[in-house]
């Protein structure tokens, strides 16, 4: 078990389970922003969706 804790967004898309985190993120809000550069979204009701799945329309 590690002490280290960190945020971590999570896709919500089907069958995927994709992971992102930042290291100057201390929230989820954080990583969502600091990582919608790189394509991460967050819809409407809280779901996480990686680049992968926001491209294969898989929202
Ligand atoms: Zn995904």
Do not use: F
């Not at 969502?32 to 969706?49: S, V, Y």
Request: include cysteine.
């Amino acid at each position: 078990m590690t002490a280290a804790s960190y945020p971590v967004v999570r896709c919500d898309g089907d069958d995927c389970g994709a992971e992102t985190s930042h290291p100057q993120a201390e929230t989820v809000t954080q990583v969502r922003i600091l990582r919608r550069g790189e394509g991460w979204r967050n819809r409407p009701g809280g779901r996480d969706i990686c680049p992968d799945c926001w491209k294969d329309d898989r929202r």
